[in-house]
């Protein structure tokens, strides 16, 4: 099993559209989780970081369920500016790297 | 530009060379990563420094691969004796402070083609 899995998509979704996407980690004792943003042919970007209570910045949202091992981002009201490549990203234990998924590419459409 | 920087950008080189990349960090950042992304893969970790002091290494860092940061400021990647599957983008990234959770700044990347 891989550490960190995500759906690959593409997810195509018109614009105003909510879109989410999942994402789930194999080692329970993983202590930090990010979503990053990386846009075609350029670097990751921290989107936000995921926080056990849950999080909402804006439009986007993000969960994590530590029982089920289970990440997720929840995007309103889709814009043509987030088609990108969402990466869910994971911190083992005692690590100071950073784990990524795959990534989850979305496509917003007019 | 305050950003993380890497030289140079695009890299084309035969199989058997050797190659050399560089990272300048954002000024004031104690930790630098080198990251490997292959189309359709999120990055890899490679290895990272705190300061000059190589603190781990990825099992992916075989031993053609060394990474210095002599001086705690800019690093170098070296890959000797480049083979094909080294094709990849490399990425640096730097982060200030003693804790992993701090956010990881990524420069632009370096790709590299092995003929």
């Known amino acids: 099993r891989k550490e960190v899995e995500q759906d690959p998509g593409p997810f195509n979704v018109p614009e105003g559209a909510t879109v989410a996407f999942n994402c789930t980690y194999s080692n329970s004792a993983s202590q930090s989780f990010f979503w990053y943003r990386q846009d075609c042919r350029k670097e990751p970007k921290l989107l936000m970081s995921?926080?056990?209570s849950g999080n909402e910045d804006g439009r986007f949202t993000a969960q994590l369920n530590r029982a089920s091992q289970y990440i997720s981002l929840l995007i309103r009201d889709s814009k043509l500016s987030d088609s990108a490549t969402y990466l869910c990203v994971v911190t083992p234990p005692g690590y100071s790297t950073l784990t990524f998924g795959k990534g989850t590419m979305l496509l917003v459409s007019p | 530009d305050t950003g993380v920087s890497q030289n140079p950008r695009h890299k084309i080189t035969k199989r058997g060379q050797n190659v050399t990349f560089r990272c300048d960090p954002i000024?004031?950042?104690?930790?630098l990563y080198w990251y490997r992304q292959t189309l359709g893969q999120g990055p890899e970790f490679l290895t990272y420094?705190?300061?000059?002091?190589?603190?781990?290494k990825s099992r992916l860092l075989s031993d053609r691969f060394s990474a210095e940061r002599p001086k705690g400021s800019f690093s170098t990647l070296e890959i000797q004796r480049t083979e094909q599957g080294d094709s990849a983008m490399y990425l640096c990234?730097?982060?200030?402070?003693?804790?992993?959770?701090?956010?990881?700044?990524f420069g632009p990347g370096t790709r590299l083609t092995v003929l």
């Open positions: 000024s004031e950042h104690n930790r």
């Open positions: 990234a730097s982060s200030r402070g003693m804790s992993g959770y701090n956010e990881q700044f």
């Open positions: 420094f705190q300061n000059e002091a190589q603190l781990e």
């Open positions: 995921v926080y056990s």
